[in-house]
Nanobody
Framework: QVHLEESGGGLVQAGGSLRLSCAASGLTFNSYSMGWFRQPPGKEREEVAAIRWSGFITSPITSLADSVKGRFTISRDNAKNTVYLQMNSLKPEDTAVYYC?????????????WGQGTQVTVSS
């Protein structure tokens, strides 16, 4: 059974940093694109960052939402079956529940598995 376990959320002041982690189990991690989505209060879920499955590509292919470019970085450690989201210069508008996602596709138009979500709250 596939399981995505997020960690690292919490409360931080504006301008601060957080690092989210997502440990995956029950799937062939290298074969999946991994991503982070978020759902702010009262809004739709949106894609924040994604990183393509590795295959034989040595340099990972990533995508970032315009709203987080220059502030967030996504990375993956295939040896640990883990994907990370480093969030710097956080803003109050980054407040949301952040979800880890796994997809066989790229771009991640179709998500195959979701994590349970972790809350990120940025105070002004």
């Amino acid at each position: 059974q596939v399981h995505l376990e997020e960690s690292g959320g919490g409360l931080v002041q504006a301008g601060g940093s957080l690092r989210l982690s997502c440990a995956a189990s029950g799937l062939t991690f290298n074969s999946y694109s991994m991503g982070w989505f978020r759902q702010p209060p009262g809004k739709e879920r949106e894609e924040v960052a994604a990183i393509r499955w590795s295959g034989f590509i040595t340099s990972p292919i990533t995508s970032l939402a315009d709203s987080v470019k220059g502030r967030f970085t996504i990375s993956r450690d295939n040896a640990k079956n883990t994907v990370y989201l480093q969030m710097n210069s956080l803003k109050p508008e980054d407040t949301a529940v952040y979800y880890c996602a796994a997809s066989r596709s790229w771009p991640m138009y179709q998500v195959d598995y979701w994590g349970q979500g972790t809350q990120v709250t940025v105070s002004s």
